[in-house]
């Protein structure tokens, strides 16, 4: 009888630790001692080995060394060790519909200091404007934030999203349609702009529920889940990683391709930036996938 209790408490424990063990995974997830910036996280090795297995395609090289081509990637495998590399990631490039990202930061952070009255219409809206990256929601969502609005989120010395000594950052200056005024970033004079590390950043952040509030950092990932639009990295993930959760936001516009994900799943947690100028650069991007998986497997080993 003794023996039998004994084996009962043994698994009990075992339970309890394993359902620990699944909560701590989930998102936002807490890092001891406070989140880093993202630049703190370089590690030369994956680094390394994201050099040289981008440079074995000639195309690829070609792109990066005409700084056309940017990539970012962070290893969310060790919350205690996550590590981050980047090839042209301070480079700024046009980034289409991926910057809408920025209009959802400066909406949810008006949402919670009460400077936006939140509305079963604004949660459509921003919902469209991810998910199906629907330009006429996100223009409504502009107007209602105002570029000053973004502009100063981005620049928050807590999200740190946009920062000229750095090459730049995260943008949105222009409405998503015809008409209105711009407002262009500093630097190049870009209406829609990013760099690889500052997207990296925002979703390293929101996945650590350090954008605006954990509630709100929450809320941003219900609403980039389960992507509408399939094709870019979601293609190749969708075959690859079919039991993974996605939280994404991509943009095309002529030779401009952006996508960006957060990939979390029982085998695979990671994030993958891509800007690229180029008329190939949407079936680039399916294709970089693998390869930059096993970038990051080759880093673990180690």
Not at 211 to 238: C, G, W, Y
Not at 256 to 269: I, T
Request: charged share 25%; aromatic share 6%.
């Amino acid at each position: 009888m003794r023996k039998t209790v004994r084996l009962f408490t043994c698994l009990a424990v075992i339970f309890l630790i394993s359902t620990v063990t699944v909560t701590a995974q989930d998102l936002p997830f807490n890092i001891k001692g406070g989140v880093d910036k993202i630049n703190e996280l370089q590690c030369s090795e994956l680094q390394n080995d994201l050099e040289e297995e981008i440079y074995k395609n000639k195309r690829w090289k070609n792109l990066v060394d005409s700084k056309r081509m940017s990539i970012g990637i962070v290893d969310l495998s060790d919350i205690d060790h996550i590590e981050y590399a980047g090839i042209n990631d301070t480079n700024m490039m046009y980034a289409a519909s991926l910057p809408k990202i920025a209009v959802l930061l400066a909406s949810m952070d008006a949402i919670d200091k009460g400077e936006l009255a939140n509305s079963k219409e604004i949660q459509k809206d921003m919902r469209l404007m991810i998910s199906k990256s629907n330009n006429q929601a996100t223009t409504r969502m502009i107007d209602r934030v105002g570029y000053e609005k973004i502009e100063e989120v981005l620049r928050s010395p807590d999200n740190h999203l946009y920062d000229e000594e750095e090459g730049g950052g995260l943008w949105v200056g222009k409405r998503y349609a015809a008409g209105g005024r711009r407002y262009p970033e500093p630097m190049k004079g870009l209406s829609h702009a990013a760099t690889t590390r500052q997207v990296c950043s925002f979703y390293y952040q929101l996945a650590t529920g350090n954008l605006v509030n954990k509630l709100r950092s929450t809320q941003m990932l219900n609403i980039m889940e389960n992507p509408a639009l399939h094709h870019k990295f979601v293609n190749t993930l969708d075959k690859v990683a079919p039991k993974a959760r996605l939280f994404r936001k991509s943009g095309s516009w002529k030779n401009f391709h952006s996508d960006s994900v957060l990939v979390w799943g029982p085998e695979r947690k990671y994030i993958l930036v891509a800007l690229i100028d180029d008329s190939l650069g949407e079936q680039i991007i399916r294709d970089l996938v693998i390869p930059l998986e096993k970038v990051m497997k080759k880093s673990r080993s180690l």
